[in-house]
């Protein structure tokens, strides 16, 4: 089975890098997301330091939103996900290698580039370590759960309005504790507790987030 | 035919405990508003203002009753295939969002008066938005597919994933509240409440959850006759081809 | 006949050989199971000891609100084939993927071996499941390690008279070429049972020509196939089920 899994990873890492890169556009909408903000409220260093953490994790749930409505969409329709559906290895298995591919595309990006806009927006250089870590925990979450939302709204048209509807109230938590941990650095205290409930919250999607993804794939391919 | 026997029962049965569902209602609803409004004190730090609750309290009670009955329909519906749980869950939802909306309007309305402001970023307001928004999300998703088979598995799914989720946003935005420190404090610890405002708000409750069935039973039969339409003007479109 | 698949991987390339001196053959197992026993025999394909039977029992069908067929009972034994025909509309597609565990049955069941079918099929749908971003080669080289195969892709694109376009990306390829695409990952595929969905239609001649040998083959060698078709085929191992507006 993880032979079968590493060949659908390598594929649909192929197939996006094949049509134009996917996570080149992520990235360009969190930065011109983030850039948004000191626009709107001012250059003014204090109040950029003090809402730097949740505008970056704020972006970064956006940026990883608007990508998700292509995850299945394009295997719904030339028929792929009707084989993998039929395939002797497990859907919810097949579902964590495309959510997988799906973060090392976006989630991965954003994480790498996240402290470079936290710099710019002047925070505080003891949030950065917890911004990174928290990212790195907290994205999977968002491509796991998202998958679920993506999985739901195939063949629906204009299914990225409604995705975005069904996705985000489930994505606070993560927003939640990932500023929460950043926070908690800066104001001197141990970011450890938010971290370890997002890591919590990882393991939980990973175990359930896929079997509520392949009931949904299955209920509408059907 | 099979497929419709449980259907004729339900609705035999619906229509049988649908007038006693409504009478009780007005019963409840008349009661517990005059106990409410005209004969139970007024609170000694709030005064009048407080009568506000005994809408408020079972409408934020009924939001989440309503979201849970909703899950449990969606597990039903997932798991025995029961084609009356997908009605339910649906007929549901509607409502549920009509509670939801009358909690947070009559909080908003409650808050002016105590906090000073129509809308504060406390944990219960915030969470109790957060389920509107599922609520929606639920509603629009069944909007969206056309295939009624195909909604209703769908929505189940949504229903049970919002539900696992529930008790983690409610746990996460309580978290968020006490990290930001919240501008006002709530009274809801005051003391424990008297008899005399303890009945009106079980009589609202009761009245609450009745109004709820006897609406549900409502709008579940009206789903059922018109799927039952559909189905006769389908067969009515193939009766030529038969001819043929 | 088998001249066309002789070069279906080297494993199979001495089976064919064999079965080119002895064909047309119907496996011991389906004569077995035909008298109501079930022979143990070494199936050389499918990695299943003994050859079974595809069973449907009583199945129904209902799309949306309407009832497109029900009490459908029928079975296709190890070496036979069943054509599905009918006017569009009628419900074979829909009983293809009710097969094919793609759908579930209002009422009913689909029995292998009495057990599922899941993971046995091989389902040729409408759609081709070739991804138009990538080659032929990538395409079919992605099915091979998805199903846990590990063998050449250049017999059966020759096969089926693609092998010339295996490093073209497909979205370079004619309706037909896709198709016979889709159908190369038959014989790549290992599965005992072919679900199959108007197989021939956008093939030529000489394509439909390849599909009929690569089905004689796999018949022969004690798979089940059900297909459906507006074409005539002729497959002498076939029963015909023609669905129909009910009475």
Known sequence: MMRSLWALLHHDLRISLRQGNASTSVVVFFVLAV???????????????????????????????????????????????????????????????????????????????????????????AGVVPLILGLALGTPVLSLVGAIGAGLTIGIRRGSVLLSLLVLPLFLPIL????????????????????????????????LAPLATAAALRANTE | MQRWANPTRFLKIAQAVRPWATAATIVCLAVGLVLG??????????????????VHVPAAWMALFVYTSMAVASAVALIWRHPLADLAAKASAPIGAGFTVIALV????????????????????????????????????????????????????????????VPIIKFSVDWWNTLHQPASVLTTRGPTIHGSMLTPLLLMAVGFTLFYIAIVLTRIEREILARRIRALRLLASEEPAKVN | MSGGLAVVGASRRVRAAHYATERPRRPVAALLARRGELAQYDGPRFGEAVFVTLQAIDLTCIRGERMIFSGLTFSVAPGRALLVRG??????????????????????????????????????????????????RENLAFWLAYRGHNRSLAAA??????????????RYLSAGQRRRAALAKLLLVDAPVWLLDEPVSSLDGRGIEVFMVALRRHLAEGGVAVLSTHQELAIDEAETLTLGRNP
């Open chain 2, 106 to 165: 009559t909080g908003s309305l409650w808050g002016q008066p105590t906090w000073g402001t129509w809308w504060v970023w406390d944990a219960r307001l915030t969470s109790v938005l957060i389920l509107l928004f599922l609520y929606l999300g639920y509603i629009a998703l069944w909007e969206a597919i056309e295939d009624p088979q195909r909604a209703a598995r769908a929505t189940a799914i949504l229903a049970l994933v919002g539900f696992v989720n």
């Open chain 1, 176 to 207: 939640i504790f990932g500023v929460g941990a950043v926070e908690a650095a800066i104001n001197g205290l141990s970011a450890r507790p938010h971290l370890l409930i997002l890591g919590a919250m990882l393991l939980a999607a990973i175990v």
């Open chain 1, 35 to 125: 850039t948004l903000f000191p626009l709107g409220v001012g250059p003014e260093p204090q109040v950029l330091a003090r809402i730097a953490s949740g505008v970056v994790w704020a972006a970064a749930l956006l940026a990883a939103m608007i990508s998700l409505d292509r995850l299945f969409q394009a295997d719904f329709e030339d028929g792929v996900l009707e084989q993998l559906c039929l395939a002797p290895t497990p859907l919810p298995a097949a579902v964590l290698a495309k959510a997988l591919a799906h973060w090392l595309l976006t989630g991965l990006p954003l994480t790498l580039i996240a402290p470079v806009l936290a710099m710019a927006l002047q925070m505080e250089g």
């Open chain 3, 157 to 170: 694109l020759d096969a089926l008279g693609i092998a010339h376009l295996i490093d073209m990306p497909t």
């Open chain 2, 37 to 54: 409004l005209g004969f139970s004190p007024p609170d000694y730090q709030q005064g009048d203002t407080v009568r506000i609750m005994y």
């Open chain 3, 87 to 136: 006017p569009n509309g009628v419900g074979k597609t829909s009983l293809l993927r009710l097969l094919a565990g793609l759908n579930a049955p209002a009422v009913g069941q689909v029995r292998w071996a009495g057990g599922s079918l899941a993971g046995r099929v091989s389902y040729v749908g409408h759609l081709d499941a070739i991804k138009a971003a990538l080659t032929l």
